[in-house]
């Protein structure tokens, strides 16, 4: 079982950049799939990015796709997404996710497919 904790939320103006980290305690980290998700006011949850434990498989959402970079440090139990040139249209809690994997090297793109989440993290981007 693994704990996860966001941070580095915040209020940004558009354009501006932001990291959020998301920090897991427990065991077997660098075996879980990990991604982000976002929930905005009147919308579905939504998939931003995804990581597979060994870093090699990443997904991107279109809408994310070039502004965006997740990465994961799995010497420090953690995982991060730089975001880049936000949007409005970014607005969000944004929650990560996690899913033990010993077999498959690709992530979940879908939110029932992790086990694990955390409390989320307010994004806000001013226009």
């Known amino acids: 079982q693994v704990q996860l904790v966001e941070s580095g939320g915040g209020l940004v103006q558009a354009g501006g950049s932001l990291r959020l980290s998301c920090a897991a305690s427990?065991?077997?980290?660098?075996?879980?799939?990990m991604g982000w998700f976002r929930h905005a006011p009147g919308k579905e949850r939504e998939i931003v990015a995804a990581?597979?434990?060994?870093?090699?498989?990443?997904y991107y959402a279109d809408s994310v796709k070039g502004r965006f970079t997740i990465s994961r440090d799995n010497a420090k139990n953690t995982m991060y997404l730089q975001m880049n040139s936000l949007e409005p249209e970014d607005t969000a809690v944004y929650y990560c996710?996690?899913?033990?994997?010993?077999?498959?090297?690709?992530?979940?793109?879908?939110?029932?497919?992790?086990?694990?989440w955390g409390q989320g993290t307010q994004v806000t981007v001013s226009s």
């Open positions: 996710a996690g899913h033990l994997d010993y077999s498959s090297a690709y992530p979940p793109r879908r939110s029932y497919g992790y086990d694990y």
């Open positions: 427990g065991r077997a980290f660098s075996r879980y799939h």
């Open positions: 990581i597979g434990w060994g870093s090699a498989r990443t």
